[in-house]
């Protein structure tokens, strides 16, 4: 079975522009979650999304936006890009979060930005 | 507010030498608590979920065990290939996202 893919794998970027990011979840999986991971922060909760609706949005500005098509796979958008953006951002599917089942991890986009 | 925190920070064993990571946290109701290892680069990979105090799971050299308080992964004889940062994370019953701790980065040396 397939894991959690995510596209691109490797981003730069100049401050300023937009960037997207692209998530195709576990097959069967229906929910999917953003996260960012800085050296700093840890892995910080972005947001999640389940039939194609927003459930769950972490502490983030309004630049930072996610979407869910109806295959479930997913992609989130970053306008006007800070240094503070550079990361890796993770994409996480799991079958049902109303059951508590575990999140299954991509490998991450690294965005730089510069 | 779920929190998370994760000690030791690093941890430094010889091959064979067994040890265990603690992870304590903070929640209002618990729904699950995740553990997963993470190598340099690469997506954390799932290795347990626990749901009530008691249970333990157990995974080659690994084991995890649950209170009411805090989790703890034991690892018995590890080899250099078990070097890796290990998260925990919990999941809220009023809330659907993981709260992660910092993680504990774990060296096995040959």
């Known amino acids: 079975k397939a894991g959690v893919t995510q596209t691109p794998r490797y981003l730069i970027k100049t401050r300023g522009q937009q960037v997207t990011l692209s998530c195709s979840p576990i097959?069967?999986?229906?929910?999917v979650s953003w996260y960012q991971q800085t050296p700093g922060q840890g892995l910080q909760f972005l947001f999640e999304?389940?039939?194609?609706?927003?459930?769950n949005k972490g502490n983030f500005p309004g630049r930072f936006s996610g979407r869910q098509f109806s295959n479930s796979r997913s992609e989130m958008n970053v306008s006007t890009l800070e240094l503070g953006d550079s990361a890796l951002y993770l994409c996480?599917?799991?079958?049902?979060?109303?059951?508590?089942?575990?999140?299954?991890f991509g490998p991450g986009t690294r965005l730089t930005v510069t | 507010e779920d929190q998370v925190t994760q000690s030791p920070e690093a941890l430094r064993l010889q091959e064979g030498e067994s040890s265990s990571l603690n992870c304590s946290y903070t929640?209002?109701?618990?729904?699950?608590l995740f553990w997963y290892r993470q190598d340099p680069g690469k997506g954390p990979e799932f290795l347990f979920t626990?749901?009530?105090a008691g249970e333990e799971k157990e995974k080659e050299r690994l084991k995890a065990t649950l209170t009411k308080k805090e989790s703890f992964l034991h690892i018995t004889a590890p080899k250099p290939e078990d070097s890796a940062t290990y998260l925990c994370?919990?999941?809220?019953?009023?809330?659907?996202?993981?709260?992660f701790g910092q993680g504990t980065r774990l060296t096995i040396n040959p």
């Open positions: 996480a599917s799991s079958l049902d979060p109303r059951t508590g089942s575990e999140q299954y």
């Open positions: 097959s069967g999986h229906r929910s």
């Open positions: 999304y389940f039939s194609e609706t927003q459930r």
């Open positions: 929640v209002s109701g618990l729904r699950g």
């Open positions: 626990l749901y009530s």
């Open positions: 994370a919990v999941r809220s019953q009023g809330a659907q996202k993981l709260v």
